[in-house]
């Protein structure tokens, strides 16, 4: 099956002429094969069409990571319905308007306090209809359960699958909004089919016996919910856990790959060096000599194979130059080796048991890595593979192999899909090397956004290639470089342009910054909103370490201090691109005070508005 003729369920049921008997889920209760998965699945959405859901039908979704989730999931793509998802966390009201927006009826909650949530906004909702919990535990009404037993003995899997063409709409994602109001994103059976046909072969799934994903993102991100359909029909299992047993889950677990957003490595990095700063002087001494070792070697390495980019490399040196260089990298790589790998193996082990001995991957997505994790995790050989995408997108566009990961870049297009480079305003086709609006077309483009085709118009072109909004280049071997997104591009009075990005990247690697957002549009010089690391902080300032951050946002002292890290730290950019003004947070950003997105993005326009005192006074 090949291109345009795919769909989810017809890949789910040759996956299953390969590895049906296998597990394919796994949780707290113990193992689901995938033929179990199916037909749970196809009884489910038997009790679906029994409880009126017709083709076509928008079904509410609010509901969490579980093994019950995905069940669901396909129940409703083989009953003809179209899901609109949203995790838990998600205020009623705020998913009263989405369902309002996609004329939702029927409502599947995760449980029975959830239900009774959506309860409350019945009144804001206009033909909502019957709310079924996936969870029966003190449910007020039917179950997933319930379903299940309803549709024992009707139509099988295949005979669902029949009925389900490529182009019907699977679902439609409401964007969670880092740069304004949310989207309804309408992606097609096509658009599934294509992620979970190519994507194993990408990452070479299911070349061991037992590779296994472990799931801990919102799985109505497309991100979660596109690499579990990837793992399954790749062949693998998805384990399933939270955040509070993520750390202890990888070890226990020891997966091949871990969908992540790069938050979760920045966090693990954090903890690294708290540890390592609690260590004693000789323990400290030991690591840094060790992973000096590592970082030259590991850079040598690169060179010797061609894993820099263009960018950093000399200019002029000519075919022979370049031979010379890789050669002599090569010898230092050679040299380093015997060091580097007795610091592996007496110092880095032991991080590697964090993660577990079977890694292959830790696959990130849903925002930009800061350069320095990049660097440390490539050093002490935790590999993390960065990729690129959208919810327009299905979301892989592009992403690094274990064979290519190139530091800097956000790897090379997966098959069938096309990356064009273009100028933001006369939208033609920029040269390999130049910085430009990164378009893409194929098979993993939405269909659109709904009830919005002026929006629509304004991203996607007569030919298919969709406008992403993010700035990028292309190297000459083809890898994809990520510089910034052009609507957070901010204009200084003088008229320069800055990518907040770049300059929040130099910032971050300071021990004594947690979280910092760039602003400054329309102003003379930029700004930075700092959240300070506050045990470094207050170490520093003698004061006690758990100070409230809004008390420690009111310390001349600590202002101080941080006002002269940004300056140091961003003195060797480009002048307008330095710190000039400083505010201090009061509270961190999390996707709990709705400054994170659910991937743990910043949401810099309610950022902005939830710091704007803070932000006036620092230009005042």
């Known amino acids: 099956m090949t291109g345009p003729q795919r769909t989810l369920p017809a890949l789910f049921l040759d996956a299953a002429t390969r590895h049906g008997s296998l597990p394919v889920l796994q949780d707290a209760a113990g193992l689901v094969t995938l033929d179990e998965l199916m037909a749970d699945a196809a009884r489910a959405a038997v009790g679906l069409r029994k409880a009126g859901v017709a083709k076509g039908d928008k079904i509410g979704f609010y509901a969490d990571n579980s093994r019950r989730w995905i069940v669901v999931d396909l129940a409703i793509q083989l009953a003809g319905g179209v899901s609109v998802p949203r995790g838990t966390d998600t205020p009623a009201p705020e998913y009263a308007e989405i369902l309002t927006h996609a004329g939702a009826g029927l409502v599947l909650a995760d449980a029975a306090r959830h239900a009774e949530r959506l309860e409350g906004v019945r009144a804001d909702v206009p033909g909502m209809g019957e709310i079924i919990c996936i969870q029966g535990k003190d449910a007020p009404g039917r179950t997933l359960d319930d379903l299940l037993a309803e549709g024992e003995g009707g139509a099988d899997f295949a005979t669902l699958a029949a009925d389900i ?22 992606l097609a059976q096509s658009n599934f089919a294509h992620q979970a046909a190519v994507c194993p072969g990408v990452f070479d799934i299911g070349r061991v016996a037992d590779d296994a994903f472990l799931s801990v993102l919102p799985p109505w991100h497309i991100f979660e919910r596109s690499v579990e359909y990837i793992a399954i029909c790749g062949g693998a299992r998805v384990i399933y856990t939270t955040r509070r047993h993520f750390k202890d889950d990888l070890a226990k677990h020891e997966p091949t790959f871990v969908p992540s ?74 040299l380093t080796y015997p060091l580097d790998a007795l610091g592996k193996a007496v110092v880095f082990s032991k ?110 072109d007569a030919d298919g290639w969709f406008d992403t909004g993010d700035l990028g280049y292309l190297t000459e071997a083809g890898d994809l470089c990520f510089h910034g997104r052009l609507k957070e591009t901010i204009v200084l009075k003088g008229g320069e342009n800055v990518e907040p990005s770049r300059v929040e990247e130099a910032i971050l690697p300071s021990p004594l910054i947690e979280q910092i957002v760039v602003v400054g549009q329309d102003q003379k010089v930029l700004a930075a909103l700092v959240l300070p690391d506050r045990a470094e902080v207050c170490g520093k300032l003698g004061i ?51 400054l994170l997105t659910q991937t743990l993005k910043p949401r810099r326009h309610v950022i902005v508005e939830h710091f704007a005192k803070a932000i006036e006074e620092a230009y005042a």
Not at 177 to 182: D, S
Not at 265 to 293: C, M, N
Not at 365 to 394: K, N, W
């Open 261 to 334: 957003v790069p938050r979760i490595w920045e966090t693990v990095h954090t903890g690294i060096q708290k540890t390592l700063d609690k260590g004693s002087p000789v323990k400290r001494a030991v690591f840094r000599t060790a992973y000096r070792f590592a970082r030259v070697r590991t850079a040598a390495w690169d060179r010797a194979r061609g894993w820099v980019l263009r960018d950093h490399e000399p200019k002029g040196v000519g075919v022979l130059g370049e031979l010379l260089t890789r050669a002599g990298a090569l010898a230092v790589a050679t």
């Open 165 to 186: 063409r490529p182009d019907d709409l699977a679902t439609i994602i409401y964007t969670s909004g880092t740069t304004g109001r949310p989207k309804g994103v309408m």
């Open 544 to 594: 006690p370490k758990d100070t409230p951050y809004a008390e420690l946002a009111q310390n001349a002292d600590a202002h101080e201090m941080l006002r002269k890290e940004c300056r140091a730290r961003t003195r060797a950019l480009k002048g307008f691109e330095q710190i000039g003004r400083i505010a201090l947070m009061s509270e961190p950003l999390e996707a709990e005070n709705g």
């Open 351 to 460: 991080l590697k048991k964090l993660v577990g001995s079977r890694l292959r991957g830790a696959i990130s997505g849903g925002g930009l890595m800061p350069a320095h994790i990049d660097v440390f995790f490539r050093t002490v050989e935790l590999p993390i593979l960065i990729g690129y995408g959208l919810t327009e997108t299905s979301p892989v566009c592009t992403v690094r192999r274990i064979e290519r990961n190139i530091l800097g870049t956000i790897g090379r297009v997966v098959p069938e899909v096309e990356i064009q480079i273009r100028h933001p305003e006369t939208r033609a086709a920029r040269p390999t090397g130049e910085v430009g609006v990164i378009c893409t077309r194929g098979p993993h483009i939405m269909q659109g956004y709904y009830k919005d085709p002026e929006l629509t118009a304004k991203v996607m």
